[in-house]
Every structure is written in structure tokens, then in C-alpha cells.
């Protein structure tokens, strides 16, 4: 191509490309026939790359979640040959304590707990609390007699079994009697309920009781866990020249509880 | 002939391939235009003819009619200008006036696009692209273009 060829074709493209470009002459409906009869037999090229694209995208996705679920897998394999090995420790150490308490002698039995869940349906009207009334009765097996706690404190015992009810008797009733303990201390009292304020009776005067102490209750054969009664809320030397007037509020508001557990005594 | 199948590949990976991973697509980096400096690197001026063609083809395909016929055959006559300074061929020779009309080229298509039409373009994908088409400009001369020395 000469130089004048070259230099007026060059420029000539360019301004007419340029023209072309600017002034939308791609509008006019000959020349977009044409480009649309041209992009139909580009199509299904553009088609197959777009399936190509999707389907690779989807192949990769589904790579990448295998991927990952294999990896998951590892870590929980990893993490239940753990927890195996964590159980077997565990059984090694209750056969070990179970050995222990044989040696010794001594029993908590606490994990022989046989309860039920039950709901309190009926509260005192007098505004006492002296009693509840809670679902199930004969229907699922309560007693009277049966211990009725919620997770730490003591709601009372089971007095009357009914059909499909209990009444239960709070530490506030007068009825309401049991073994008790201070704290952690071994000697064992009598705790007799009252309103607002039970006592704890027959505690010698040389017995060393202070205000805010907890006071437990404990079962004779040691098969239930302690559960709290209340605090000691006063000291006194009463009319008795032998033992202590000790008073004791209840822990448990029943008002403010609906789910209790009943914990039927061995028998 | 051999040409003319690649120039027709190319012209494909383009609009189907680039056009499509890059938006807005104009700014993908320039594989054809690539082609036809290596063209004009090789046969000289004549390469304008294919210019014209490449431009052609590629505006029906892409909608944007006058668009790639004006920038390419300026890209290409350009290139064929500066080129024509030096008598004889080297590696500068070729990849620096490709790199700075792909650049110009680049521009000028934001530019002329702006000017028609409202759009968002990123630095970054501008500035990506062209340096993809530099390191093809080099690798191309390596590969091929070296041997025609």
C-alpha cells in the first residue's frame, strides 16, 4: 500500500467509524436486520459458552461443598474418637468410685433418683402457701410422701394422693416436718414448718448456729441429694433451758414456681 | 489462510469469551487488536485491510457499530507509524508502541462510550486489563514474533 493509500484510508475508516458511532446510523432498521441475522448465527456459540459457564460453575460449586463436607467429616471423626476416649475415661472413673464407695462403705445412690415432672395446677387461697396442688396422682404413680422440689429447693411433701392430683404440703404448713441439716455439718435436727417461719428443734445450746446459715433437708437413707429448706433468720435462747429457739424462713416461693419434680422415695 | 482462521478465533474469543468476563465489556483486554499489531509488525502498512475487516466484524457482533472499525484501524495505523521510524525489529520495537496504542486505544473506547452513554467503570478493571494485554503483547512476541526476525 503506497503512503497516500495508506495515510487517506486510514483516516477516512477512522471519521467514518466515528460518524457511524456518534450518529447512531446502527438504529436504522436495514442495518440492525442485518446485525440481528448476524448475531442469530453467533448465538449459539454464545449459548454453548453460557450452559459452558453455568455447568462449570455448578461442577465447582458442587467440588467446593464435597470439599468441605470431607473436611467436616475429618474434624468430626477426630472429635468422636475424642469423646469416646472421654466416655471411657468416664466409666473408668465411676467403676472407680462405685469400687470406692464399696470399700468405704458409703453410698449417695443420687443417680438412682427415680422423679417425674409434674405442674402446679392449684396454689393456697389463703395467701399462705400452706399447700399446692400439682398434676398427676395415682394416675402416674405419686405417693404420699413423695418429695416435691424444683432444682435446688425443697416445695414440700405429697400429703393426699388424688386420681390425677396431689396436695402438697409447703415448708410453711405446720404438718410440714423433716430431717434437716446445717450447712454441711453432719448433726441432724428436726425441722417442723410454720408460717411465716419454721423451726429447727432439739439444737443443743452448746450448738454453734448462726443467722443466714442454709438448712438442708436429708433423707435418713441418704438416697436423695440435700435440698435447700431455707436460711436461719433468727437465734434465740427460747423457754426451753436446753436447746436454742432456732427460726428458719423457707427458700421456696411456690407461688412463683409452675414445674416441679417428684422425687418418689424408695419404698 | 492460517491467518485468516486465527484472525476468525480471535475475533470469537472476544465477543464471546472476554466480552462476557469483563463489564463493560469494551474495556476486556484486546486480543484482537493484539493479532492485527502483530499483522502490521509483520507484513507493514497492509495490515490496515485487516484492520478494517476486524473492526467490522467485531461491531456487528457487539452492537457497537463504528466503534471498534474507527479504533482499530486508528490503533493499527498508529502503530504502523511509529513502527515505520525504526529500521529494523526489535523487542522494544514492537512491545512499546503496542502497549502505549492498546493503552490510547483503551481510552479512547471509555471515552467515546462515555460520551454516548452513562455507565460505571472501574479504574482497577481498566488498568488490569491493560496490563493482561501487555504481558500477551510480550509473551506473543516471544513466542512467535521473534522467529520472523
Same mark, same amino acid.
Given at each position: ?15 467514518? *467509524? ?22 442469530? !448465527? ?17 461442577? /465447582? ?14 474434624? /468430626? ?7 469416646? =476416649? ?13 469400687? =470406692? ?11 438412682? +433418683? ?85 423451726? =429447727?428443734?432439739?439444737?443443743? +445450746? ?5 443467722? *443466714?446459715?442454709?438448712?438442708? #433437708? ?50 | ?14 465477543? !464471546? ?31 490496515? #485491510? ?20 474507527? =479504533? ?14 525504526? /529500521? ?39 488498568? +488490569? ?8 503483547? !510480550? ?11
Amino acid at each position: 500500500m503506497t503512503g497516500r493509500r495508506f495515510h487517506i484510508l486510514s483516516l477516512l475508516v477512522v471519521v467514518f *467509524g466515528l460518524i457511524v458511532f456518534f450518529s447512531d446510523l446502527s438504529h436504522i432498521s436495514y442495518v440492525r436486520a442485518f446485525v440481528s441475522a448476524i448475531n442469530r !448465527v453467533v448465538a449459539p456459540v454464545v449459548r454453548f459458552k453460557e450452559r459452558t459457564v453455568s455447568e462449570l460453575r455448578e461442577e /465447582l460449586g458442587a467440588y467446593i461443598h464435597r470439599v468441605d463436607v470431607a473436611k467436616e467429616n475429618i474434624q /468430626l471423626k477426630r472429635r468422636l474418637s475424642s469423646l469416646l =476416649l472421654t466416655e471411657k475415661e468416664l466409666d473408668t472413673c465411676l467403676a472407680e468410685i462405685e469400687q =470406692l464407695e464399696k470399700t468405704m462403705k458409703v453410698s449417695s445412690g443420687f443417680r438412682k +433418683l427415680d422423679y417425674v415432672v409434674s405442674r402446679i395446677v392449684y396454689y393456697d387461697p389463703t395467701g399462705f402457701d400452706l399447700f399446692v396442688i400439682i398434676e398427676g396422682g395415682k394416675n402416674k404413680g405419686i405417693k404420699e410422701g413423695d418429695l416435691v422440689v424444683t432444682e435446688r429447693s425443697v416445695i414440700g411433701f405429697v400429703e393426699s394422693v388424688f386420681s390425677s392430683t396431689s396436695r402438697v404440703i409447703t415448708p410453711f404448713n405446720e404438718k410440714f416436718s423433716t430431717t434437716a441439716v446445717l450447712g454441711t455439718r453432719k448433726k441432724r435436727y428436726i425441722y417442723r414448718g410454720g408460717f411465716p417461719e419454721g423451726s =429447727l428443734l432439739h439444737v443443743n +445450746l452448746e450448738d454453734r448456729v448462726e443467722v *443466714g446459715e442454709e438448712v438442708y #433437708l436429708v433423707e435418713l437413707k441418704r438416697k436423695i441429694p440435700p435440698f435447700l429448706i431455707g436460711k436461719v433468720s433468727e437465734v434465740s435462747r427460747g423457754k426451753d433451758p436446753f436447746f436454742k429457739e432456732v427460726k428458719v424462713k423457707p427458700e421456696a416461693v411456690p407461688r412463683e414456681e409452675d414445674y416441679v419434680f417428684v422425687i418418689r422415695r424408695s419404698r | 489462510m492460517r491467518y485468516a482462521l486465527l484472525f476468525l478465533v480471535a475475533i470469537f474469543l472476544q465477543v !464471546v469469551f472476554l466480552h462476557g468476563l469483563f463489564k463493560p465489556g469494551f474495556l476486556a483486554p484486546d486480543l484482537l487488536l493484539i493479532v492485527l499489531l502483530s499483522r502490521a509488525y509483520l507484513i507493514g502498512r497492509d495490515a490496515v #485491510l485487516w484492520a478494517i475487516l476486524g473492526g467490522s466484524l467485531l461491531d456487528i457482533l457487539t452492537d457497537t457499530i463504528g466503534l471498534n472499525l474507527s =479504533l482499530y484501524v486508528l490503533s493499527v495505523y498508529l502503530f504502523s507509524l511509529v513502527y515505520e521510524r525504526f /529500521l529494523f525489529k526489535s523487542f522494544l520495537v514492537f512491545v512499546l508502541p503496542s502497549s502505549v496504542v492498546l493503552l490510547t486505544k483503551k481510552l479512547l473506547a471509555l471515552l467515546m462510550m462515555r460520551s454516548k452513554f452513562s455507565f460505571e467503570a472501574s479504574f482497577q478493571t481498566f488498568a +488490569l486489563s491493560w496490563l493482561i494485554e501487555v504481558f500477551a503483547v !510480550v509473551g506473543l512476541y516471544f513466542i512467535y514474533l521473534r522467529r520472523k526476525e
